[in-house]
């Protein structure tokens, strides 16, 4: 049976640095919110500046004392993605939970600045090139520390095309979801697997997924073919299946501070289909616990970006 964990039960974050991306809206706002509630400095790393400040003045006004932090990121931009990591850098000097939590779902074939297939580029190559410039100060931060990433149920419809990974030769926006969304799951196990290598204990990576909770993201691939049919549906099943955002962020915030996580899990609401309900450890696809399939994926990950991870060599004594 799954446990009724609620953000009741997450520990006091005071003096605590959280970076939440896409943080003015849906599951990454709610998030922020519990975050805040629990005393944490909440970093909102956005890519409308003017969404985010509205976010964060709506959090203020629930959490009177909120800590918050509103700052630009743009991840379909890998110089705005290195410009905000240089930035947190010089400001902070601790970082205790990473959430990569934005992404864009199922919409028109377009190319960031860097001329990824977008769903592609922003959902795993802009957290992956994040993750990694901020890997020192994970590093250098007393105690355990968390990368946590949002995926997808979807991840299970997912395959690494690595032939034609940036859909120029075929595009279905489905497909590309979960290729995108299976690439959250590589990465986070990958990150996790070569953590583990270098005896790097005090940095935990974990997967999670929202189940279907009912967010704006729904409507970004409607809303980009100006369909109002598409619109119409998903309204119709957000308000028939769907659970609420603050629900679909319990399996981000269960994962970034419940001590019964541990490196490599993959969390996501126990319920009906695991489309909803209380957060749990469960088992994501068998493609995404694919070795070989992850390493291909992290070295083609480090080309397109031209970011390394430098992990500390582990040393005998």
Request: hydrophobic share 40%.
């Amino acid at each position: 049976m799954t446990s009724r964990w609620t953000t009741a039960e997450m520990p006091d974050l005071s003096d605590e640095t959280v970076i939440v991306t896409g943080a003015n809206s849906g599951l990454g706002f709610e998030a922020t919110r519990a975050f805040a509630d629990a005393g944490a400095t909440v970093v909102m790393a956005c890519r409308s500046r003017d969404r985010a400040e509205s976010a964060r003045d709506d959090v203020a006004r629930r959490v009177p004392d909120a800590d918050l932090d509103v700052r630009d990121l743009d991840l379909g931009d890998l110089a705005s993605v290195q410009r905000f990591a240089d930035e947190f850098r010089a400001d902070y000097d601790d970082l205790r939970v990473l959430c990569n939590n934005a992404g864009v779902m199922a919409i028109p074939r377009r190319e960031t600045a860097d001329g990824f297939e977008t769903q592609f580029g922003v959902n795993h190559l802009g957290h992956f090139a994040l993750t990694g410039h901020l890997l020192d100060l994970l590093l250098e931060t007393d105690g355990e520390t968390r990368v946590v990433t949002q995926s997808s149920g979807l991840h299970e419809r997912g395959e690494m095309d690595f032939d034609d990974l940036q859909g120029r030769r075929a595009y279905d926006e489905w497909d590309a979801y979960a290729q995108s969304k299976l690439a959250n799951v590589l990465f986070g196990y990958e990150l996790d697997r070569r953590l583990d290598a270098a005896d790097i204990e005090r940095v935990t990576s974990v997967v999670c997924h929202p189940g279907y909770a009912a967010t704006n993201l729904q409507y970004r691939g409607p809303e980009a073919r100006g369909s109002r049919v598409r619109m119409a549906a998903m309204k119709v099943a957000n308000s028939l299946l769907a659970q609420s955002a603050e629900m679909g962020a319990l399996p981000m915030l269960y994962a970034a501070t419940a001590d019964a996580v541990t490196g490599g899990d993959y969390v996501g609401p126990g319920g009906l289909m695991d489309m909803r309900g209380y957060p749990e450890t469960q088992r994501s696809s068998d493609r995404s616990y694919d070795e070989a399939t992850a390493e291909r994926l992290w070295q083609v990950s480090e080309d397109l970006t031209g970011v390394e991870y430098v992990f500390p060599e582990t040393t005998t004594v």
